[in-house]
């Protein structure tokens, strides 16, 4: 039966301290800030240019052809997309993503009786 006479100090072991390493900086530097500022004005653009191709393509139809040219896009993207996904999960769980192992002599009963070449 197990005693509990270790218990104290597993508990001093495991208790929390502060840790000694840097902490990350609070506060955000000039050029931080500069990079989202140019990113929140390329948002602001997109939204005009978007909002300019709305409005202005009033009174201008789209025929059946380019319903149809538009849905098959889409369709061949999603099954792009899909099938590329199928492929990356197909590679990572068959072993091809392993990094290359080397067989030497010792792993390979062919080459155990030839000399090493230099």
């Not at 653009?45 to 059946?64: H, K, M, P």
């Amino acid at each position: 039966m197990p005693t509990l006479s270790h218990a104290p100090e597993q508990k001093a072991k495991t208790s929390l301290r502060p840790s000694h390493q840097p902490s990350a900086p609070a506060r955000l530097g000039a050029g931080s800030w500069m990079i989202i500022f140019v990113l929140l004005l390329l948002l602001a653009a997109t939204g005009f240019v978007a909002y300019l191709g709305w409005t202005l393509a009033d009174g201008i139809e789209v025929s059946t052809a380019g319903y149809v040219a538009m849905a098959a896009g889409v369709l061949f993207s999603l099954i792009v997309g899909c099938g590329l996904m199928a492929l990356i999960f197909y590679s990572s769980r068959s072993g091809y993503d392993e990094p290359p192992v080397l067989i030497t002599s010792e792993t390979n009963p062919k080459r155990a009786d030839r000399p090493p070449s230099d």
